[in-house]
């Protein structure tokens, strides 16, 4: 039964007034989304039918935007990329910040998800659109300094709103080790100070779970409101967190993921001369599904773009089944094209290939990006027979150029071009960059970077071998 496009819950948030006040009053409209992850275009989801959509969004915030003018304010709670659709995977999300850059977006703080392609492409992305980026708590290991501002300073039909950015990084991860975290609630306690002098509204634009909003909440009694991501967690209505000071309550919003709703909050100033009192707040979340109608100006932009992934690069004859933690035909043709494209002795890679199978007929580019969501460098490496043997035995590996045995963590009768395995002498490995830097055994090589990725080393295999059979 599809979702209705409706208000799915409403809760009233009441200030109670320490002074009296008879001023002006002044309506806000936020509107949010997070955890969005590149899935630009509906999908079917089960029993509710077909939902999300970036077009549809579009929509909305327009129709929000013509009856509440001047009164808008727009946030993305971060995860705007890692995996995703062909065309956030191919362009590396350049045309998804676009497409917020034509919607209007006021802020946003990027999640973790933003750099699983790197920070250099994080940062190149942002610089390519006039679009606020926030994130106080992310900073460079070199120097200190953070990768992009902490705040920033909107005024939205009179009234002034700090939008203060905290974030997670998965700092272990190949793509982040550039970076060190540090915990959002204490850095929250170091800006407040110097940003709620500053404004009459104050935000948090989290990317940090909902748990951690509520400590955030209790702990900085100062925010107003917290617009949260990371958890996925669908908030019909704001959860309220009683301030440590015992002054009311922090309300948190959070609108679930993939574009499935768009969450609204109304809130209520009082103006008074120079000061502005919150009176309420109230938030909701709203479907998005085939109840709206796509808005053409960002359907059509983001069709210009994926008309090319529809180019077909080779043909299969043969159905190429996708197991994510065992060896699969479709497993075994990606390493293949890694270790063809590197000409190492053997390949090693994940076993994540998405969920996706390839079925007898043409093969597209969307397909490539379908089969590898996410932008993973090649390397290589010398390793010994020994070191191979214990990097295999760790977890299930896609392998290509070798052949073995293994029985739970037991690997043997490891052969390598058909030959029994040296233990000390070395061998090629090529394999992709997280591998390398998540298995000691590479701690004591040197990794060369081949300038290929897997989804790239993939396409050119396909075109030349043209037909699989």
């Known amino acids: 039964m599809p979702l209705l496009q409706s208000i799915l819950l409403c809760s009233l948030f009441v200030f109670a007034p320490s002074t009296a006040f008879s001023g002006e009053k ?26 999300g959509g970036i077009a549809r969004l579009s929509t909305l915030i327009k129709q929000t935007r013509r009856e509440n003018p001047d009164r808008v304010l727009f946030l993305h709670a971060g995860d705007i990329l890692s995996r995703g659709d062909p ?12 497409a917020y850059e034509k919607m209007g977006v006021d802020a946003i703080t990027p999640g973790n998800g933003e750099f699983y392609m790197g920070i250099e492409n994080l940062q190149n992305q942002a610089a390519r659109v006039s679009i606020p980026f926030v994130h106080a708590n992310a900073l460079y290991r070199n120097h200190g300094n953070s990768i992009f501002p902490p705040y920033v300073i909107k005024e939205v039909n009179g009234i002034k709103i700090g939008i203060l950015g905290l974030g997670l990084v998965r700092t272990w991860h190949n793509s982040s080790q550039k970076l060190t975290l540090d ?101 909701r979340l709203i479907a998005i599904n085939a109840e709206t109608t796509p808005d053409p100006e960002i359907e059509n932009f983001i069709a210009q773009y994926a008309a090319p992934l529809n180019e077909v690069i080779a043909r299969s004859e043969i159905e190429l089944k996708n197991d994510r933690d065992a060896p699969s035909p479709l497993g075994d043709l990606v390493v293949n094209a890694v270790l063809s494209q590197t000409r190492a002795d053997i390949a090693i890679i994940h076993g994540n290939q998405g969920e996706f199978d390839i079925k007898p007929g043409d093969i597209t580019l969307a397909d490539i990006n379908r089969i590898r969501w996410y932008h993973s460098r090649i390397v290589t490496a010398r390793l010994t027979g020994a070191q191979i043997q214990q990097l295999l035995a760790a977890r299930f590996y896609n392998v290509a150029g070798c052949r073995f045995t293994k029985i739970e963590s037991q690997v043997t009768d490891l052969r390598i071009n058909g030959q029994p395995v040296d233990s000390a002498a070395t061998y090629l490995v090529a394999t992709e960059q997280q591998v390398a830097f998540r298995n000691s055994v590479f701690e004591s090589v040197h990794v060369d970077f081949t300038g290929q990725r897997v989804d790239t080393a993939l396409e050119s295999h396909l075109r030349h071998v043209a037909v699989i059979r």
């Open 26 to 51: 002044v309506e806000l409209v936020i509107l949010h989304v997070n955890d969005t992850h590149g899935k630009m275009q509906p999908y079917e989801a089960g029993e509710w039918g077909e939902v």
């Open 87 to 98: 065309v956030t995977v191919y362009y590396g999300g350049r045309i998804n910040f676009r």
């Open 183 to 283: 915990d959002p609630i204490e850095v929250a306690k170091q800006y407040v100070p110097e940003l709620r002098p500053k404004v009459d509204l104050l935000i948090a634009l989290t990317h940090i779970q909902a748990k951690n909003d509520s400590l955030l909440a209790a702990a900085v009694p100062e925010l107003d409101l917290i617009v949260g991501g990371d958890s996925h967690t669908r908030l019909n209505s704001p959860s309220r967190i009683p301030r440590a000071n015992g002054q009311g309550s922090v309300p948190i919003v959070q609108a679930r993921h993939y574009f499935q709703f768009m969450g609204r909050v109304d809130i209520e100033l009082e103006r008074d001369g120079d000061k502005v009192r919150i009176n309420k707040v109230d938030g």
